[in-house]
């Protein structure tokens, strides 16, 4: 019998699942493949740059590489508002924030409206999500879920699921895994399912797992060439508050308080109080992690004592041991990936499942001499992408198409013959996976930051268009400026050419282009 109050269109794809094979998630296909099982794999604030397949010098990420290796590397995939949660919620809704309703880290999202795991719910997928989900309201179109609450923590993590809330000794992103692996292993396998497997890490404070810790421990990282940037016609890039320099000694650092007389920086929020939020998060540890944790850091912090170190060295000493931990922590994701294409392939799940690998938006490691994200430039704008689904996929491919975090939703439901809400303003990815770019494809991307005065690092609200060689930006609400940059010219985009005569028919062509955007996307009301 079918389920009541179903949309004529969830009767009609399960009708036509119906008449797949049961058990088609279980077997591999070699024409017309049924509709594939779908795997989203989301780490927080994983920047390209730290992917080896992006070419990353910092670190080697095999398992991640296998799913470009085996499928495909996108080179131009963005986000359509670089902070968390409202990052989450697009992916969900196919909507750019100002339709969600989730425009910055403070809103609660709208369970209430509809989104891809509800449509695939309804079509006959087995749905599931587990790990971050950071949107204050509970999941709905979910048989199963598991969350962390808010951003969670390192070391023994509290997890929601319906029966309430559990705390589980570990690390996060092992028991992110264990969990993921306990629903493919537990799932109804008369059905294709759609798991979110969305780690916490690396976001900050960026603790990693215990065997991990002496990475890098032989050997310091070369600064990135922007790191001593002094935002020179760049006025809302100067008035920010994330500057690796003001990183708190004890929250980002981990300095315990008898290795420092008092806090050098502001570490993004000047009223946070960061030794608190420290002594926290040590003692989620029991007392043999501590004392593998104090084995390593130790003598590192009773260095830092004696060097008594100020201005530059302080600033470079600190981008050493953020940028050490950051990609420790990053180890241990590309490890937990690893554990899940293993059971795909020991179970006979490879050919006919659609894995995706993306971050829920890019992040600074020193460029400009910060941390974080929420700027439209390359680093945060820019997230990795990454696609295997080798019924569909020709192996090793690289695709220079404009994407964004919009087209998640459309693209999940198109292979699952399933239509896409006219209300979805994203696109399916599906032609460029099939290895055609159609004509009509997007030649420019829209960007909408909405954070500020309130939450972290004192960015400043902005919107913008990105083309395949321009960027325009407009930051406003306290204030008024607009910021050009010719990334072919200048790819660290540190020269701001708005108002220069030589720009001025590109600067036209880009207001005109960027107010199409606006009316198209419904986010052209008076600012």
């Given at each position: 019998m079918l389920k009541k109050g179903l949309s004529a269109l969830a009767i009609l794809a399960g009708l036509w699942a119906l008449s797949c094979s049961a058990g088609e998630g279980d077997t591999p296909q070699t024409s017309s493949p049924a509709r594939p099982n779908i795997i989203f794999i989301m780490s927080d604030d994983h920047a390209e740059q730290a992917i080896s397949a992006y070419g990353s010098e910092l670190i080697e990420t095999p398992n991640i590489d296998r799913i470009a290796r085996e499928g495909i590397r996108f080179d131009n995939s963005f986000v359509t508002n670089s902070i968390c949660a409202p990052s989450r919620a697009v992916l969900l809704t196919g909507k750019y924030s100002n339709l969600n309703g989730l425009r910055d880290n403070r809103d609660e999202f709208d369970g209430s409206q509809v989104t891809f795991p509800k449509l695939l719910r309804e079509a006959g997928y087995q749905?599931?999500?587990?790990?971050?989900?950071?949107?204050?309201?509970?999941?709905?179109?979910?048989?199963?879920?598991?969350?962390?609450?808010?951003?969670?923590?390192?070391?023994t993590p509290v997890f929601k699921d319906e029966g309430g809330r559990t705390e589980y000794p570990g690390y996060v992103t092992d028991l992110i895994t264990d969990f993921a692996l306990e629903f493919l292993e537990n799932r109804d396998k008369n059905k294709p399912f759609c798991l979110l497997y969305h780690h916490k890490a690396p976001h900050r404070n960026w603790m990693p797992a215990l065997k991990h810790l002496k990475e890098y421990s032989d050997r310091d990282l070369p600064l990135p060439e922007t790191f001593y940037d002094d935002y020179q016609g760049r006025d809302a890039a100067r008035a920010q508050d994330m500057r690796i320099s003001d990183m708190y000694l004890s929250m980002d650092?981990?300095?315990?308080?008898?290795?420092?007389?008092?806090e050098t920086g502001t570490?993004?929020?000047?009223?946070?109080?960061?030794?608190?939020?420290?002594?926290?998060?040590?003692?989620?540890?029991?007392?043999?992690?501590?004392?593998?944790?104090?084995?390593?850091?130790?003598?590192?912090?009773?260095?830092?004592?004696?060097?008594?170190?100020k201005g530059n060295e302080l600033a470079e000493w600190k981008y050493q041991r953020y940028i050490k931990d950051y990609l420790r922590c990053l180890i241990s994701v590309d490890e937990n990936v690893g554990r899940v294409l293993d059971y795909l392939d020991q179970n006979g799940l490879v050919e006919n499942t659609l894995v995706v690998y993306t971050s829920d938006q890019g992040f600074y490691l020193g460029e400009h001499g910060w941390y974080d994200k929420r700027f439209m430039y390359e680093e945060s704008l820019s997230m990795p992408l990454l696609m295997r689904y080798p019924a569909v996929i020709e192996p090793g491919r690289v695709s220079d198409a404009m994407v964004l975090n919009l087209d998640f939703a459309p693209t999940f439901l198109d292979f699952a013959g399933v239509q896409a809400p006219s209300e979805m303003q994203?696109?399916?990815?599906?032609p460029l996976l099939e290895g055609e770019t159609p004509e009509d494809w997007r030649t420019a991307v829209y960007y909408h930051y909405y954070e500020y005065p309130?939450?972290?690092?004192?960015?400043?609200?902005?919107?913008?268009?990105?083309?395949?060689?321009?960027?325009?930006?407009?930051?406003?609400?306290?204030?008024?400026?607009?910021?050009?940059f010719d990334l072919q010219a200048d790819p660290s985009e540190l020269h701001n050419v708005y108002g220069d005569p030589e720009y001025q028919d590109v600067q036209e062509d880009l207001h005109t282009r960027l107010n199409t955007l606006r009316q198209q996307y419904k986010d052209d009301q008076e600012l």
């Open positions: 749905t599931a999500v587990v790990g971050k989900w950071h949107l204050k309201t509970e999941p709905t179109g979910f048989d199963f879920w598991k969350i962390l609450i808010g951003q969670g923590e390192y070391y650092m981990k300095l315990h308080k008898e290795y420092y007389g008092e570490g993004g929020n000047r009223d946070a109080k960061a030794d608190l939020s420290w002594v926290g998060s040590y003692n989620r540890m029991t007392e043999e992690q501590k004392q593998a944790w104090d084995a390593h850091y130790t003598p590192i912090n009773e260095e830092y004592r004696k060097a008594n170190l994203g696109v399916s990815l599906r309130h939450g972290w690092h004192e960015v400043k609200r902005h919107y913008g268009i990105r083309t395949e060689r321009y960027k325009l930006i407009h930051f406003y609400n306290d204030i008024d400026t607009w910021e050009l």
